[in-house]
Nanobody, 123 residues
Framework: QVQLMESGGDSVQAGGSLRLSCAVSGYKYDILAWFRQAPGKEREGVAAIDRGLRTNYADSVKGRFTISKDNARTTLYLQINNLKPEDTAKYYC???????????????????WGQGTQVTVSS
């Protein structure tokens, strides 16, 4: 059974940092990714990482977000620095097959999703 379980979301002030985690089990993935969705907005892909540890980021988060995996590749992380109010959203991890780099932030390409963890940033 495939399971992805996010944790680490919190309410923080602007300028703060958070590290989100996603425990992954039951699926031999090729790509892991983080997405977010704010109320009233479309889901947005923010970062992806493949088995070779190659990473991809949305332009809106480059320099502030860092995606990584543990050595056993069973836990996915998203380090978020210098949080801004516009980062407020529910963050989801997703697992999927190999994708070309241009498609790795497209949500419809992913097979499996977690339930999400809420990040709220106050100014």
């Amino acid at each position: 059974q495939v399971q992805l379980m996010e944790s680490g979301g919190d309410s923080v002030q602007a300028g703060g940092s958070l590290r989100l985690s996603c425990a992954v089990s039951g699926y031999k993935y090729d790509i892991l990714a983080w997405f977010r969705q704010a109320p009233g907005k479309e889901r947005e892909g923010v970062a992806a990482i493949d088995r070779g540890l190659r990473t991809n980021y949305a332009d809106s988060v480059k320099g502030r977000f860092t995606i990584s995996k543990d050595n056993a590749r069973t836990t996915l992380y998203l380090q978020i620095n210098n949080l801004k109010p516009e980062d407020t959203a529910k963050y989801y991890c997703a697992a999927g097959p190999f994708l070309s780099e241009g498609r790795r932030l497209w949500g419809h390409e992913y097979n499996y999703w977690g339930q999400g963890t809420q990040v709220t940033v106050s100014s």
